[in-house]
């Protein structure tokens, strides 16, 4: 199991890229099941959950390469309906297959996804839009087990929560449907948009994302298409974080910073100045960050979940109280406790944390739980006085590219063990 070691207090200096968005890769990769033909998607980036998405392809029958940053699927049919448990369970995502590989079969046999270190993470969206859309599903013995002989007929779906995931899975599957699908309430977050333009370039007639109502025309079937991944704007979020909490002035290149909304001010009300030029973002922070009063997840264009905990890392090290209010999972906090190994002060409740701002934060052993925690950890280890040592890197790896390679060449002393 490998660690990482960050020797704190390096001030960071310099350019760096954004890598590209994992929470567009997973799902455009599922929907590469729907495709014919070989699609070549640029700026996907290398991550164990990418790699995960790419084992299922390869068992369901897909031939899937990388070269360089863009990995290649070339789909010539699907020969399989049923993921194994042991490729199900490498990522929480995984649950997009379901409607793909039932819009393609005719049927999907998958294991149960259960709950995850952020919280239970029911699927009940997803199942009864597909059951509306036609579908016969059975859960039994830890499996999904879903058919539709005759196919998924188009229908009208209001989903009662915003679901990414669920807005992914319906887009998918309405695609090849018969008729139009109607989803209200949907989720608009920009990863939607980009499943939303990969599809339609092979050929699908989606209409609307990245609004609250998406309408997909069935087609019969989809060709393939070359498309490039959206900059990851929480992996943006915690470089924002690295620089802020270390006084630096750092530049992302890559950065559409109109997804980053709610985000940007956060940072400003910290005391960060940010400018942007073309794609670039610069960030200036100040030697002593402000608490940033209170920061409340919502569904895009509200605060995203995802950048909570890099958020409330930089909220330890900045004079006064911020609070959290956390409306999207119920155990998102558990790299808090973690964080109070190193100095800092947290008091957390349910959905809220109070943090009231300490003068620093100290170096100790500190162990990842979940993706983002992992990330809150190696920000606080950058401003932290002495070294500080990380377990549980495998959650960091699931959605950064080797973060410690990128911070180092912006000047940090971080390196795995
Ligand atoms: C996606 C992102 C994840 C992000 C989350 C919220 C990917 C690969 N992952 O996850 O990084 O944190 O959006 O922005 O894109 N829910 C139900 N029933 C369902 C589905 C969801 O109750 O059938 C609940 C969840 O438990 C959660 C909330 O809805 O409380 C939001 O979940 P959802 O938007 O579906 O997140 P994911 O798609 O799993």
Redesign the pocket.
Same mark, same amino acid.
């Given at each position: 199991m490998s660690k990482l070691l960050v020797n704190g207090r390096q001030r960071l200096e310099g350019t760096v890229s954004v890598q590209g968005a994992?929470?567009s890769a997973?799902?455009i990769l599922a929907a590469t099941v729907l495709t014919g033909g070989e699609s070549v998607i640029f700026n996907c980036p290398e991550l164990t959950d990418t790699e995960a998405s790419a084992r299922i392809l390869r068992w369901l029958g897909c031939e899937v390469t990388r070269s360089g940053e863009a990995v290649i699927v070339k789909n010539d049919g699907i020969s399989r309906h049923d993921i194994p448990d042991s490729l199900m369970r490498r990522t929480?995502?995984s649950i997009v297959f379901l409607g793909a590989v039932l819009a393609r079969t005719g049927r999907a046999k998958l294991s149960f996804p259960g709950g995850c270190e952020i919280?239970?993470?029911?699927?009940?969206?997803?199942l009864s839009a597909l059951r509306r859309l036609g579908a016969e599903i059975r859960e039994r013995h830890g499996y999904l087990d879903c058919r539709a002989p005759h196919g998924l007929k188009g229908c009208k779906i209001a989903l009662s929560? %915003?679901?990414?995931?669920?807005t992914e899975d319906i887009m998918i599957a309405a695609c090849l449907a018969s008729g139009t699908t109607t989803i209200t309430n949907a989720?608009r977050?920009p990863?939607i948009c980009d499943l939303a333009e990969y599809l339609n370039r092979c050929g699908a007639k989606i209409h609307g994302a990245g609004e609250g109502v998406v309408v997909i025309d069935g087609v019969k079937r989809l060709g393939s298409a070359v498309h490039t991944i959206i900059p990851d704007r929480i992996a943006a979020a915690t470089l924002l974080s690295c620089a802020a909490v270390t006084g630096s002035e750092i530049v992302l290149d890559g950065v559409i910073s109109s997804h980053l909304g709610a985000v940007l001010p956060v940072f400003e009300q910290a005391g960060c100045s940010l400018t942007h030029r073309e794609n670039q973002l610069r960030i200036v922070s100040p030697e002593r960050l402000r608490g940033m009063k209170i920061i409340r997840t919502m569904?895009y264009p509200g605060f %995203?979940?995802?950048a909570q905990a890099p958020l409330l890392a930089v909220s330890c090290v900045a004079n006064g109280v911020t609070v959290f209010i956390e409306n999207?999972?119920?155990n998102r906090y558990r790299h808090t406790g973690e964080l109070v190994r190193m100095g800092a002060d947290i008091r957390t409740e349910g959905k809220i944390a109070v943090i009231e701002g300490v003068s620093g934060l100290y170096g100790a052993a500190v162990e990842a739980t979940d993706l983002r925690g992992a990330a809150s950890l190696v920000i606080a280890g950058l401003c932290a006085e002495g070294s500080t040592e990380i377990s549980g890197v495998c959650y960091l790896d699931r959605g950064y590219e080797s973060l410690e390679r990128t911070l180092s060449s912006l000047g940090a002393d971080i390196k795995r063990l």
């Open positions: 994992k929470n997973l799902p929480r995502s919280g239970m993470r029911p699927i009940d969206l997803h929560f %915003p679901s990414v995931g669920a989720a977050e990863e569904p %995203p979940t995802d999207i999972f119920e």
